[in-house]
């Protein structure tokens, strides 16, 4: 199984918007609603975000959203701030008769 | 607030076998609805699933590292630990345990331990 594929690199101006794609195939991303999306800062662990494609964790800024449109997935950050700069991993579930996931390669997400 | 903590060895030979054990506190490691897993992640690199663990002790593993990797749990201390044999280079990597249920997604992450493989 591929890694999911993700833009190496991203970037917006504070008060932008921006779209991290996450693109997989019909044996995962397009399968199941269960993508989830990491924000990793240098150094840290990766913090969830996203999870079945579009829900938001408690205490997660309602301008993280999450879409699915067939085999891509994609996360938008609205009124960017400096803080939001860092890594962004997608995941999704493709498991069908056992468990399974895969991670995209990351995206460097910066703030200009 | 539940935490994981990962620890073990920050050095492996070559060809042995690398072992990390997560330790869980702040929630039990015996609850129904959670798995327990592994995540990797190499330096300046993605993160890969190693493997995950229910507390009944069954496993599921990353076909691409299942004849290498081992992971078990212990109920009694509340913690879960992988093996990892026959170790090149390229299992040098930051170690994560993670929780997630039955599906994704990952919730709880652990800190992160960073495992050197050289001689």
């Known amino acids: 199984q591929s890694a999911l594929t993700q833009p190496a690199s991203v970037s917006g101006s504070p008060g932008q918007s921006i779209t991290i794609s996450c693109t997989g195939t019909?044996?995962?991303?397009?399968?199941?609603?269960?993508v989830s999306w990491y924000q990793q800062h240098p150094g840290k662990a990766p913090k969830l975000m996203i999870y079945?494609?579009?829900k938001r964790p408690s205490g997660v800024s309602n301008r993280f959203s999450g879409s699915k449109s067939g085999n891509t997935a994609s996360l938008t950050i609205s009124g960017l701030q400096a803080e939001d700069e860092a890594d962004y991993y997608c995941?999704?579930?493709?498991?069908?008769?056992?468990?399974?996931?895969?991670f995209g390669g990351g995206t460097k997400l910066t703030v200009l | 607030q539940l935490q994981l903590q990962e620890s073990g060895p920050g050095l492996v030979k070559p060809s042995e076998t690398l072992s990390l054990t997560c330790t869980v506190s702040?929630?039990?490691?015996?609850?129904?609805?959670?798995?327990w897993g592994w995540i990797r992640q190499p330096p300046g690199k993605g993160l890969e699933w190693i493997g995950s663990?229910?507390?009944?002790?069954?496993?599921y593993y990353n076909p691409s590292l299942k004849s290498r990797v081992t992971i078990s749990v212990d109920t009694s201390k509340n913690q879960f630990s992988l093996k990892l044999s026959s170790v090149t280079a390229a299992d040098t990597a930051v170690y994560y345990c993670?929780?997630?249920?039955?599906?994704?997604?990952?919730?709880?992450w652990g800190q992160g331990t960073l495992v050197t493989v050289s001689s």
């Open positions: 019909s044996s995962d991303v397009g399968s199941y609603n269960l």
């Open positions: 993670a929780r997630h249920g039955f599906t994704p997604p990952f919730d709880y």
């Open positions: 702040g929630g039990s490691i015996s609850s129904s609805s959670y798995y």
């Open positions: 663990i229910y507390y009944s002790g069954s496993t």
């Open positions: 079945e494609g579009s």
């Open positions: 995941c999704s579930y493709a498991g069908s008769s056992t468990f399974y996931v895969v």
